[in-house]
């Protein structure tokens, strides 16, 4: 009984850590908390954080998200999840494969901004229509600077 017990919380520790995203994130939340945009209909680029105090944060595209980082600056981050462009599934953001920029508009920005679950597809988008492979990091950068440009 005591190696089920043991076993059952090593196989819960992901989920209560924050690793394994939310699974239905848009039925328990279907608007973005910045915009009031709906989730579900921008599928391919919405996000949701969850900080380490049990907060959850869902938005439609990654600019909200920059928006409730710079407000919470404070705040531990448990987990970031993007939805991946093509299948809508939820990603780790810091492990997505990003494309920064290209023919595709950008979702509340001035850049497109898109994850994707591997590097062929984000190659595949790139040659579609354009753009060029980042980290998570450079994608953040460029949410800012998208921010700043904005307000000049």
């Known amino acids: 009984m005591r190696r089920f017990i043991i076993y059952l919380l090593v196989l819960s520790l992901p989920v209560l ?28 680029s919405r996000m949701l954080i969850v900080y ?26 448990r987990s970031t999840s993007v939805g991946d462009y093509d299948t809508h599934e939820l990603l780790n953001a810091e ?13 509340m920005s001035i850049q497109g901004k898109w994850a994707f679950k591997n590097r062929s597809s984000a190659e595949r988008f790139i040659g579609e229509h354009g753009g060029v492979i980042s980290t998570y990091d450079g994608v953040m950068r460029a949410v800012f600077e998208d921010m700043y440009e904005i307000l000049r």
């Open 17 to 44: 850590l924050g690793l394994v995203p939310v699974k239905d994130d848009i039925a328990s939340h279907p608007e973005c908390q910045y915009c009031g945009m709906d989730r579900k209909k921008f599928g391919f």
């Open 52 to 77: 380490e105090d049990g907060t959850v944060v869902p938005t439609c595209s990654i600019h909200c998200t920059g928006i409730d980082l710079a407000l919470n600056p404070h705040k531990l981050i």
């Open 95 to 107: 492990n997505a494969v990003w494309v920064l920029g290209g023919d595709r508009m950008g979702v």
